[in-house]
T-cell receptor
Framework: DAGVTQSPTHLIKTRGQQVTLRCSPKSGHDTVSWYQQALGQGPQFIFQYYEEEERQRGNFPDRFSGHQFPNYSSELNVNALLLGDSALYLC?????????????FGPGTRLTVL | DAKTTQPPSMDCAEGRAANLPCNHSTISGNEYVYWYRQIHSQGPQYIIHGLKNNETNEMASLIITEDRKSSTLILPHATLRDTAVYYCIVRVESGGSNYKLTFGKGTLLTVNP
């Protein structure tokens, strides 16, 4: 049983470009959350998707948007990239029927903005 | 969710117990204490959580003080593979998984041979 998978592993973009990151949740999970982790910091919550809708959102600008598909996979889109968007982007999946502890993280996508 | 305070770094000898403290003096009565860890270049991994009773699983033990203002994560026999950043998080348990995790900077635990 594959855990949470993310693609790509690494990505290099230039300022002003747009990027799409992808996440496949663990089998049986229906909720996907995205986090941004800057170097030396803890992960910061971006937003969470359930039933193809954004359910919660952290303190991130509208340049950050997402989508969840019927198969529960998810995409994170970032427009007009800034140097400060360079970070590790983590996806976490969970099942609404479980207790809060069951949030599983993927290995992340390392985004570098030049 | 309540804020937590952890030491930025700790060292431990391999085979010895690692005791990681966390202060959460503003914790509310319905907030749980969670511990995650993040090994270099990997995503965070759930370790254990508790409300007010001490908890133990195959990975670690969690000791919560009677007033719930602080807790200690104990790795009974630390190995080199336990070198990681350990995060203490407090949050309301609302049932289901429709919630966010608020991470601080955590404690970098280095296990030395």
């Amino acid at each position: 049983d594959a855990g949470v998978t993310q693609s790509p592993t690494h990505l290099i973009k230039t300022r002003g470009q747009q990027v799409t990151l992808r996440c496949s949740p663990k089998s049986g999970h229906d909720t996907v959350s995205w986090y941004q982790q800057a170097l030396g910091q803890g992960p910061q919550f971006i937003f969470q998707y359930y039933e193809e809708e954004e359910r919660q959102r952290g303190n991130f600008p509208d340049r950050f948007s997402g989508h969840q598909f019927p198969n529960y996979s998810s995409e994170l889109n970032v427009n007009a990239l800034l140097l400060g968007d360079s970070a590790l982007y983590l996806c976490a999946s969970s099942w609404t029927g479980s207790a809060g502890l069951s949030q599983y993280f993927g290995p992340g996508t390392r985004l570098t903005v030049l | 969710d309540a804020k937590t305070t952890q030491p930025p770094s700790m060292d431990c000898a391999e085979g010895r117990a690692a005791n990681l403290p966390c202060n959460h003096s503003t914790i509310s009565g319905n907030e749980y204490v969670y511990w995650y860890r993040q090994i270099h270049s990997q995503g965070p991994q759930y370790i254990i959580h508790g409300l007010k009773n001490n908890e133990t699983n195959e990975m670690a033990s969690l000791i919560i003080t009677e007033d719930r203002k602080s807790s200690t994560l104990i790795l009974p026999h630390a190995t080199l593979r336990d070198t990681a950043v350990y995060y203490c998080i407090v949050r309301v348990e609302s049932g289901g998984s429709n919630y966010k995790l608020t991470f601080g900077k955590g404690t970098l635990l280095t296990v030395n041979p």
